[in-house]
């Protein structure tokens, strides 16, 4: 089976930082693209950031400048660094990751989130 796994949220000050992490584990025999989206309440979940396994990064207007998407193939984990963090930026961050198992086609994996709120 396969497993996606993230951590690092918490309650953060306005203009403070923190770091996600994610990691896929399990039967992978190619990680594409992985991701990090989030979801605010009452609203739909949204793309924050991805990354190729080449390092091509991809974010969303609303977190550029702020946010930086990091990637270890060696150990299928990808990272989240948030800066500059803004009240807006409360919610649940989920982590994906579009993998292929033995013998299978690629499909997506998602974590079970983590909460990351930004208040004073």
């Known amino acids: 089976q396969v497993q996606v796994v993230e951590s690092g949220g918490g309650l953060v000050q306005p203009g403070g930082s923190l770091r996600l992490s994610c990691v896929a584990s399990?039967?992978?025999?190619?990680?594409?693209?992985m991701g990090w989206y989030r979801q605010a309440p009452g609203k739909q979940r949204e793309l924050v950031a991805t990354?190729?396994?080449?390092?091509?990064?991809n974010y969303a207007d609303s977190v550029k400048g702020r946010f930086t998407i990091s990637r270890d193939n060696a150990k299928n984990t990808i990272y989240l660094q948030m800066n500059s963090l803004k009240a807006e930026d409360t919610a649940v961050y989920y982590c994906?990751?579009?993998?292929?198992?033995?013998?299978?086609?690629?499909?997506?994996?998602w974590g079970q989130g983590t909460q990351v709120t930004v208040s004073s």
């Open positions: 994906n990751a579009n993998l292929r198992k033995p013998l299978g086609v690629p499909l997506n994996y």
């Open positions: 990354i190729t396994s080449g390092g091509s990064a």
């Open positions: 399990g039967s992978i025999v190619v990680i594409n693209v």
